[in-house]
């Protein structure tokens, strides 16, 4: 919160309980909640990112926990694993938000919405959200001379998108 308007009342809520603390330090998918109530205007941002006003109509979408500002209290999330037998440790977590209300995204630049139509494919870190649904897999491209020379150009992980027309992937122009 940068700013508000009005009678509102802010309750610090931590990450959710000890069962969500447990799940945010073993994942990486922690969020840090806050309730608002009351009425009146509050205004968000977060080091200067893009904010998006996402509007779930009884979708779920899958999340970075780290792109997740804010969400309706409506909403039910859910810390997933995308199982792959290359990504280290066997998995890689992301965060479903699902149901009814409205989510904030942060991106660091103006993100693209890549339609799935066959193999789409993003680099994981710059992967900020898809559409719950579709089929996930690393793809690796490393090649010997990227691993015998330091300095060398390309990406070594990706993740493979598969689904059917109507999902989508959102890709922010910027590496965590």
Known sequence: MVAYQGNVEF???GSGGLKAMFEGAMTGQGLKLMTL???GEVFLAENASDLHVVELQGQALCINANNVLAFDASLQTEVKRIESPGIPGGGMFHLEVRGQGTVIVMTKGTPVTLQCQGPTFGDMN???AWTAGMRVAVSTQVRVSRQIYAGA???SVALQ???MQ???VVVQPYEV
């Open 11 to 13: 309750e610090y809520k």
């Open 126 to 128: 710059a992967v900020v």
């Open 153 to 155: 150009s390309g990406e």
């Open 166 to 168: 109507g999902h989508f």
């Open 161 to 163: 998108f598969m689904g």
């Open 37 to 39: 109530k009351g009425q």
